[in-house]
């Protein structure tokens, strides 16, 4: 076991003696994950679970660095947790290769652990992630990388800012059918073609034709009426031609369907080319014959771009090759689809090929297969460093928490501008929005003994038991209740009270929200009752219904006067750092928005000597604002501090 | 292509396509050397190796103590006593094979030459003071100085890029729309530096005070 005695050293006995008794559990197992394993074990953190549902692949080397070659293809949570224990053998740490939406990982999981460490690389799993920690009352610490940019936050219910107090960009970018299937305009427009049609009729599952006309308003739909019909024939007629898989005539038989006949009937469309550059039809007989000596189709050069003869030539190789498979996989008595995966050589040169045929054909900028694997298998960027520098501020954030110092937490950007010399921004953790439909809500649990026993009704009644006590729902009196999108039961609509909740779909893990159904104005906070399993009676009673979790509902600041929506445009601040949140609207009296516990003191002598000598300069330069106990003049003082030195690193010239 | 072969691209794809083809046959060819074996020197190193740069020496002379061991996670109680240098370079070799990297106790010497280091780093200053070996590479003529030093939540990093650094930086192009080339136009710059000697003797007397210690800890102005 590696001492501490540094760590108390600059924190404290009081702060290391929490850091080394707190359960933590970190979420992703990669490019951050590996940093931030390797810094809590090596800062005095002694019970760490990693959960990650990924194996290793060779381009995660260059920045994940507890796997080494030997590792590939091993899961990521197992690799990592072994190396951390070679560097700390002794501590406490388990690795588990799941998916962390899976029912095992409730809100009672979720409430063994003190803090959760958030490393992950997609929105879905950060929203799952979010609403377990407000659930369960755990504090959670977000983090994100891309390239040279990052972002750390804290998250803290009812304190602070949740994950969807804001609205986030959707993460993939999605185009209008008519661009992608008729007047693309840009490389990516073939290469979503190529992936996402052509592909996909082929060699995937079909489509479904209704999703044709998705991102369509009413008017718009009308209006293209016409031409959606015609591309709907389109795609049955290529989905016919997969049948003629495996026969030698197959790549031509595609080729001019959709380079040569579909490009045809574009043409006849003379409005749709008013504006525009026409398409020109290609000539498949003529590409072959002027295709370069030394082009092999099996090892193309992907860093360079292909000559459109080459390109075809890839086409029909990778056409067969992908045709092949399709039908060894049917023998064996499986539909055959194949879904596109960015790693797999025909599929990828199958779609650049094309991609590219469909860039010649209009005039678009053709792309080296290197380029289209970025952008067809939405591949980001990443290095070592941003992912180290993330993960050491995770960690400093992780101290600041467990030691109930949160008023020194803040948001940071790591962020990238040959022209600035900061390279990391912070700003205060904001306030919650007073309107989010997540976190403004008490998050208890109802303990149920069978779900098949209990009803709807049952569960209603001891809800309007507890009105009047001190354990009140405070929902009023007309409740509804809903479970995702449905009503289960309000005042109007009784019919589910004789219910059994497992037969309305509501059994452990699942989440019901109350709310009050005359609330117009979102005065009452809705509560959301978790389903859990009951613990059972230890003298073997007849367990009853019970909702706990009332200490751990936090205070919720009142509704701002106005009553209107708050931050509806902020973006998502790790673009470049510009993406400042500002919240100065919500909380009446908050000056810069920092939160602190209430039992926070800034003086607290458990801080190392560095520390007090930084608190104490802050006080002395604090203006002269008297008001109020000397808890509150603190958080005023670290706004003041916090707002005119917005940066981690300084430049001395 | 700079002679990277397809396995090192492949390894190093991710970060090929942050900074491009061209930055990473720089890095496959530079040579660095670290002076001072601590924590910050590891950390920085296991990056530097995993980005794929040509040669890392390192230098302290020093050996592994038990204070090393809290911090530095190459090391292990059995090394204790052995030579700093010689024991993390054995360490970092296995991050990745491609690099490669030596100990070397002698070059904090006065007389060392530095010529073959595109940078040298003095970490902390136990072997050799900051200031001289900024000189030494000063000496040297191309070899660029950083220093830098950790001590508990405080941290500083100095850095002399000799007297005509040129550099790109990007200029944004106007009205590019959503589907246009991602390359954007860069423009190449220079700037001079300044080495330690100099930036340490500026004086205070030229300096807004009240304005340098509102914004800086003190213990910046500590750690000159």
Request: aromatic letters at 6%; proline letters at 4%.
């Amino acid at each position: 076991m590696r001492s501490t005695k540094q760590l108390a050293r600059i924190f404290g006995e009081e702060t290391a003696s929490r850091v080394s008794n707190a359960r933590l559990l970190v979420v992703g197992a990669g490019g951050i994950g590996c940093e931030l394993l390797k810094n809590l074990s090596m800062s005095g953190f002694q019970h760490i679970h990693a959960i990650d549902l990924d194996t290793i692949d060779l381009s995660n080397l260059n920045r994940q660095f507890l796997f080494q070659r030997k590792h590939i293809k091993r899961p990521k949570a197992e690799v990592a947790i072994k190396a951390i224990k070679d560097f700390n053998p002794g501590i406490d740490a388990t690795a588990g290769q799941a998916n962390i939406k899976e029912p095992d990982y409730d809100v009672d999981w979720f409430s063994g652990f003190d803090l959760v460490l958030n490393a992950l690389d997609n929105l879905d799993a950060r929203r799952h992630v979010n609403t377990m920690c407000l659930a369960a009352h755990v504090p959670l610490i977000e983090s994100g990388t891309a390239g040279y940019l990052g972002q750390v936050t804290v998250i803290s219910g009812g304190k602070t800012e949740c994950f969807e107090c804001q609205p986030k960009a959707a993460e993939r970018k999605t185009y209008p059918v008519c661009t992608i299937r008729s007047t693309p305009s840009a490389p990516i427009h073939c290469i979503v073609w190529a992936k996402d049609y052509l592909f996909a009729q082929l060699f995937g599952e079909r489509a479904d034709e209704a999703d044709d006309d998705q991102g369509m308003d009413a008017e718009e739909k009308a209006e293209n009426m016409e031409e959606l019909k015609q591309l709907r024939e389109e795609s049955r007629d290529l989905s016919r031609l997969a049948e003629a898989m495996g026969s030698a005539g197959f790549p031509k038989a595609v080729f001019e369907k959709v380079f040569s006949e579909d490009i045809a009937r574009l043409l006849s469309m003379k409005d749709m080319w008013k504006q525009r550059r026409p398409p020109t039809k290609l000539d498949f007989a003529a590409l072959l014959e002027r295709v370069s000596a030394e082009f092999d189709p099996a090892h193309p050069d992907d860093q360079s771009v292909l000559s459109v003869e080459d390109s075809c030539a890839l086409f029909v190789h990778t056409a067969n090759k992908l045709a092949h498979r399709v039908l060894e996989q049917q023998k064996q008595g499986s539909q055959g689809f194949l879904s596109f995966d960015k790693d797999d050589e025909d599929a990828l040169n199958f779609v650049a090929a094309t991609a590219n045929l469909r860039s010649q054909a209009f005039g678009i900028e053709q792309k080296s297969i290197f380029a289209i694997k970025a952008m067809a298998g939405n591949i980001i960027p990443a290095i070592a460093t941003t992912n180290a520098i993330v993960a050491g501020m995770m960690v400093m954030q992780a101290i600041m928490v467990l030691s109930q110092r949160m008023a020194e937490c803040h948001t940071a950007y790591v962020s990238y501008n040959s022209k600035r010399a900061r390279s990391i921004i912070k700003e205060p953790l904001a306030t919650p929005n007073p309107r989010c439909p997540i976190c403004r809500r008490r998050y208890l649990t109802l303990r149920v003994p069978d779900c098949s026993k209990t009803t709807l009704g049952d569960v209603i009644s001891h809800v309007a038991s507890l009105n009047g006590t001190e354990r009140d729902l405070q929902l009023g009196d007309d409740i509804a209740v809903v479970e995702g999108s449905r009503i289960l039961y309000d005042p109007d609509f009784e019919d589910n009270l004789g219910e059994s909740l497992k037969s309305l779909g509501i059994i452990p893990g699942r989440m019901v929200t109350l709310t009050n159904e005359d609330d117009d104005e979102g005065l009452v906070v809705p509560v959301v009752l978790n389903i859990a399993k009951h613990q059972g009676n230890a003298n073997g009673t007849q367990v009853q219904l019970a909702i706990e979790g009332f200490e751990k509902i936090p205070k919720f600041a009142p509704l701002p006067d106005d009553h209107q929506d708050n931050g509806a445009d902020a973006e998502d601040g790790s673009e470049d750092g510009a993406g400042v949140v500002a919240n100065d609207q919500l909380a009446v009296d908050n000056k810069g928005a920092i939160i602190i516990d209430d039992d926070t003191d800034a003086h607290a002598s458990n801080m190392g000597y560095i520390s007090d000598e930084l608190s104490k300069r802050q006080l002395d330069d604090a203006t002269t604002d008297d008001q109020g106990p000397s808890k509150r003049r603190a958080l005023e003082t670290d706004n003041t501090a916090a707002k005119a030195d917005n940066d981690d690193i300084v430049v001395l010239d | 292509m700079g002679g990277i072969s397809k396995e090192e691209v492949a390894l190093y794809d991710r970060q090929i396509r942050l900074w491009g083809m061209e930055a990473q046959s720089r890095l496959r060819t530079a040579s660095l050397c670290f002076i001072g074996v601590k924590a910050l020197t590891l950390e920085a190193c296991k990056n530097l190796v995993l980005a794929g740069v040509g040669h890392i020496t390192l230098c302290d002379g020093g050996s592994v103590k038990e204070e090393d061991l809290e911090v530095q996670y190459y090391f292990q109680p059995e090394d204790l006593g052995q030579a700093k240098d010689k024991v993390l370079a054995e360490r970092l070799k296995m991050l990745n094979p491609l690099v490669d990297i030596q100990a070397n106790s002698k070059l904090s010497d006065k007389d060392a030459n530095l010529d073959k280091f595109d940078v040298v780093v003095a970490v902390g200053g136990r072997q050799c003071s900051p200031v001289q070996l900024n000189g030494l590479c000063r000496t040297a003529k191309a070899t660029r100085f950083v220093a830098a030093d950790s001590f508990g939540a405080f941290g500083y990093i100095f850095a002399d890029c000799l007297d005509e650094h040129e550099y790109m930086e990007e200029v944004k192009s106007v009205g590019g729309g959503e589907a246009s080339n991602s390359e954007s136009k860069h423009q190449k710059l220079a700037a001079a530096y300044k080495p330690l000697s100099q930036s340490i003797l500026a004086k205070p007397e030229a300096i807004n005070t009240q304005r340098l210690l509102r914004k800086y800890p003190p213990l910046v102005f500590i750690c000159q």
